[in-house]
């Protein structure tokens, strides 16, 4: 039985056509670029490669590569005035004030970014709690120890707590702790990943209705 929603945040709760999150790793490779003195190209290569085996970017620079300076990072790929290509999403509103469950969200973003966001698509008040990259203590999805710990402060239970996300790797992450989740595929690149997969975050009351939650 669901009875909570975690949801992921950027490419899950909007569409990636809105080039939010291409301006995000556009900035994260010349970041990268300029931290190990490369050419952009070169860097977003690299990292692709290297930071692979890390929960985000951020994780493999200060493994790897002795940064320290996790501040600085998100100041540069979350810059003021990067939700400017959002719009508020009243559609989304209605569906998630008509889903009669609590929500949370859950992001490898840093508060200020999700508040941006959030506050943009104007469903910051949809949630009852949005727990951060700092509430992790930097080490988030899909380390176990980050969904289990945002369950626990909000108060859900992992068996009874549906997750969206649309990283493979962080639906992964979920799925073996033991939870239900849900693939955001909005550009159907993962067909064979053994989840329910959906293309857009507004198909999510239809599968709670078949769940046989109404709204
Ligand atoms: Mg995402």
Same mark, same amino acid.
């Given at each position: 039985?669901?009875?909570?929603?975690?949801?992921?945040?950027?490419?899950?709760?909007?569409? #990636?056509?809105?080039?939010?999150?291409?301006?995000?790793?556009?900035?994260?490779?010349?970041?990268?670029? #300029?931290?190990?003195?490369?050419?952009?190209?070169?860097? +977003?290569?690299?990292?692709?490669?290297?930071?692979?085996?890390?929960?985000?970017?951020?994780?493999?620079?200060?493994?790897?590569?002795?940064?320290?300076?996790?501040?600085?990072?998100?100041?540069?790929?979350?810059?003021?005035?990067?939700?400017?290509?959002?719009?508020?999403?009243?559609?989304?509103?209605? +569906?998630?004030?008509?889903?009669?469950?609590?929500? !949370?969200?859950?992001?490898? !973003?840093?508060?200020?970014?999700?508040?941006?966001?959030?506050?943009?698509?104007?469903?910051?008040?949809?949630?009852?709690?949005?727990?951060?990259?700092?509430?992790?203590?930097?080490?988030?999805?899909?380390?176990?120890?980050?969904?289990?710990?945002?369950?626990?402060?909000?108060?859900?239970?992992?068996?009874?707590?549906?997750?969206?996300?649309?990283?493979?790797?962080?639906?992964?992450?979920?799925?073996?702790?033991?939870?239900?989740?849900?693939?955001?595929?909005?550009?159907?690149?993962?067909?064979?990943?053994?989840?329910?997969?959906?293309?857009?975050?507004? #198909?999510? !009351?239809?599968?709670?209705?078949?769940?046989?939650?109404?709204?």
């Amino acid at each position: 039985m669901i009875r909570a929603l975690l949801f992921d945040l950027d490419n899950t709760l909007y569409s #990636e056509a809105t080039g939010l999150e291409t301006g995000v790793a556009q900035r994260m490779n010349q970041f990268v670029a #300029e931290l190990l003195g490369m050419q952009v190209h070169e860097a +977003m290569k690299y990292r692709r490669e290297q930071a692979k085996p890390y929960g985000t970017t951020l994780e493999w620079l200060m493994r790897e590569k002795g940064f320290t300076e996790p501040e600085r990072y998100f100041s540069f790929i979350h810059p003021n005035g990067e939700e400017g290509c959002l719009e508020p999403d009243h559609v989304l509103r209605l +569906m998630l004030n008509e889903i009669p469950l609590p929500k !949370a969200v859950l992001t490898n !973003a840093p508060m200020d970014h999700a508040r941006r966001i959030l506050e943009k698509l104007d469903i910051a008040d949809c949630f009852v709690g949005v727990y951060d990259i700092w509430f992790n203590n930097l080490l988030g999805k899909p380390n176990r120890d980050a969904y289990l710990r945002v369950l626990k402060s909000a108060g859900f239970v992992l068996e009874d707590t549906l997750f969206i996300d649309d990283l493979p790797k962080y639906v992964k992450g979920y799925i073996d702790l033991g939870g239900p989740a849900i693939l955001k595929d909005e550009l159907n690149r993962f067909p064979d990943l053994p989840c329910k997969r959906i293309t857009t975050i507004y #198909e999510l !009351a239809a599968v709670l209705d078949e769940m046989g939650i109404s709204a």
